[in-house]
């Protein structure tokens, strides 16, 4: 398992899966070890994957400032991994709050990044936070499946604030709640670090309008890829941020939840393979340019 130290000296590990030219996988959560992406379907046959353990979590070290862990200052430990690496530019992939992690370093070092991919990723950085009514309509979608009745009230109580997450709600999160699933699930307590999670978008990690600002002159090639399914971003809230990106693509994963290499892993790994390759959607794989100012 490779290391290397933080600007404040805190060790950080890093996974690698496959071989080829690397591509550097910002796990989210937020703060959950990056063991849960595993190889993102057989992405890992196309490039080699280098999946980040955030400090605090999975085999990193506990920092000992925890104020370290919020979105904005994890910029400078990617950026210590590129050097560690001995990248000039890297390709990067951002899940979920990764993305937002992935979006604050291409603003801050748009050179070092030549492609850069956003799964599911919710765009906090970009003052795009997930409204409660997408949610509850894309859970909506699900009404035919058998453990709705049972799972939609406990959703409906979480997005209230009422209630904290359960796991009877999980299943809104998969496009298929099927025993890998289930079993995905099931590790999510062991992989977090609540605390540093409640950190990662606390006062201060983002400032929206200067992001966007960055980004409106980031000219290299984007992916942001939205699964069908979910609620966290929706399709829509996707396309708006695909929208903020001058040499963006957008496309939409028919069927996937918010993983969605676990859902179909041959669609997510052709799109992804071939948006990294240069070459274009294939075979009726949904996407769209899109036209910055739109």
């Known amino acids: ?76 430990d990617v950026e210590m991994l590129r050097h560690h690496m001995g990248l000039a530019h890297m390709d990067v992939l951002g899940h979920s709050a990764g993305g937002s992690l992935a979006m604050l370093y291409a603003a801050r070092y748009p050179e070092r990044v030549a492609k850069l991919t956003l799964v599911t990723a919710i765009p906090w950085a970009l003052g795009m936070p997930v409204a409660a009514e997408e949610r509850l309509a894309a859970a909506r979608l699900r009404v035919d499946e058998s453990w709705f009745m049972h799972a939609f009230p406990a959703f409906e109580a979480w997005l ?4 904290d997450f359960a796991p009877v709600i999980a299943p809104f999160f998969y496009g298929r709640w099927d025993e890998a699933a289930q079993e995905h699930d099931a590790r999510a307590e062991y992989e977090f670090n609540d605390e540093a999670a409640g950190i990662y978008g606390s006062d201060g990690a983002y400032d929206p309008a200067a992001t966007r600002s960055e980004l409106a002159r980031f000219t290299a090639p984007v992916l942001v890829l939205a699964g069908e399914l979910d609620g966290g971003p929706c399709p829509a809230l996707a396309r708006r941020a695909a929208e903020v990106f001058p040499n963006g693509e957008f496309a939409v994963q028919p069927g996937a939840g918010h993983y969605p290499w676990l859902d179909d892993a041959d669609w997510f790994v052709r799109r992804v393979a071939a948006f990294l390759g240069g070459s274009g959607p294939k075979d009726g794989l949904s996407s769209a340019l899109v036209p910055h100012g739109r």
């Not at 600007?7 to 996974?15: C, F, M, Q, R």
């Not at 703060?31 to 085999?59: C, E, F, I, K, P």
């Open 1 to 76: 398992m490779p290391t290397f130290h933080a600007s404040d000296g805190t060790e950080i590990a890093y996974h690698l899966r496959g071989e080829g030219e690397p591509l550097v996988v910002l796990p989210g959560g937020p703060m959950r070890a990056s063991a849960y992406l595993g190889d993102l379907g057989g992405l890992s046959a196309h490039r080699q994957l280098v999946l980040l353990d955030l400090r605090g979590t999975g085999d990193s070290a506990v920092p000992a400032d925890p104020a370290t862990c919020r979105c904005d200052r994890l910029v400078d």
């Open 160 to 163: 209230a604030g009422s209630v």
